[in-house]
């Protein structure tokens, strides 16, 4: 129901037009003077305002700029009498919809709100997909712009106007969650819900009640119906995260739940009918979890049916400085900072941190130099002062990490001690270099060797300068 806002400082005309309004069925609100409408437009905003150019203390016209002021969006009709018309016009020019004159024709009156509503509705349409479409290029924006990016975007374009189950594998911090929503987004279920759910947050005995819902009574405390996560995404999508941390009852029954396309609630009797496109994601190899039996394999193939696999921030070096830039430019704005660019000397730092945490991590590193950074520029220093300590953070594991890579590939020890000392080589020059503000000259001075000897591992290695 529309509401629709009079003011009028003549209370036989408010009522009458009140009272025919309401026959129309429009919800109304009144206002006698115009600090009244104000207050009113500010507290309860109308769609439209119908408003008396005549009034005492403040005119019609004044009012009318207030409003357009407060609220651009709200659509503002003239009424006025036989002899102001020239007034009405120039309340048009400052931002009036249209003009009615007294004594008001009711049909005439009505096709004009009718005309404004509609013209109304298709302007806040427009804004509404705008915006959307907005989000959505700030999406793409945000995954970079490497081929290995490019590549996965292809892939959601592809998959998305489909109902077809997606699942998204990829190392914490890679950007799951947001590949899903794209998903969702450029689906013609993308008016519907997005229901996501953390399958590792929830505990063991609550991940039944949590994705079917439960009836009155089916236990001690269930005082009321709740309805499951698979009800809240229907006809939407349900998304997943970390589907691998599942325990093993609850996967028989979520794939008795797709396959058969209705639940029941805990407790209940009456099966309840879904429609829910699944995408879920895991941070492991899910085929090593179905191999190791964490996974049921008939799940895993029904949720298969089409798979995406998203690259580690180091396996798309070419999009750390795009990305560095754009959470710079938001951690600025958030911080109420003026801070314009990297110095290349921090440029390179962050092109040479092997990031573990991926796009996330990244994210963080950068807000937090925008924090401590005192100059226009995100300085080596700065970086330096967070990256190592995120160094030494992850250096614990990555011998473990190494050897556990290795053995998987059915490795010698041989094989193993040369993983480990180009690792161990790779982490000392990158330090060295850092230290003296990639100076090579005095790296290889450091390092005991030659310059040029320097410049063949830098390359060799694949380090940035």
Known sequence: MNTILIVDDEKYSLDILADFLKDEGYNIIEADTGKKALKLVKSNPPELVLLDLVMPEMGGMEVLEKIKKINSDINVIIVTQSGEISDAVSAMKLGAFDYVRKPINGDELLLTIEKALKIQYLSWEVKRLRKKLGEEIDI????????????????????????MSVIIQGKSGTGKEVIANLIHKKSHRKYKPF????????????IESELFGYDMGAFTGANKIKEGKFELANEGTLFLDEITNLPASAQAKFLRAIEEKEITHIGGKKSISIDARIIATTNINIFDAVNQGVFRDDLFHRLNEFRIMLPTLIE????????????????????????????????????????PGNVRELKHAVKRAVLLEQSDYISFNVLDLEISQMLDNSKNNSLQTHIRKIMEKGASLLDIEKEIYKDTEREIIIKILTKVKFNKSKAAKILGIDRKTLHSKIKLLDIEL
Not at 322 to 333: C, D, G, N, S, Y
């Open 140 to 163: 793409v924006k945000m995954m970079g712009e490497s081929s290995q990016i490019k590549k996965v975007l292809k892939q959601v374009e592809l998959i998305a106007p489909t109902n």
């Open 195 to 206: 229901i996501a759910i953390d399958c590792g947050a929830i505990p063991e005995t609550l």
């Open 316 to 355: 798309r070096k070419e999009d750390i400085p795009v990305l560095a830039r754009i959470f710079l430019e938001k951690a600025t704005k958030e911080l109420k900072k003026n801070i314009y660019d990297f110095t290349p000397d921090a440029m390179k730092l962050l092109l040479n941190y092997s990031w």
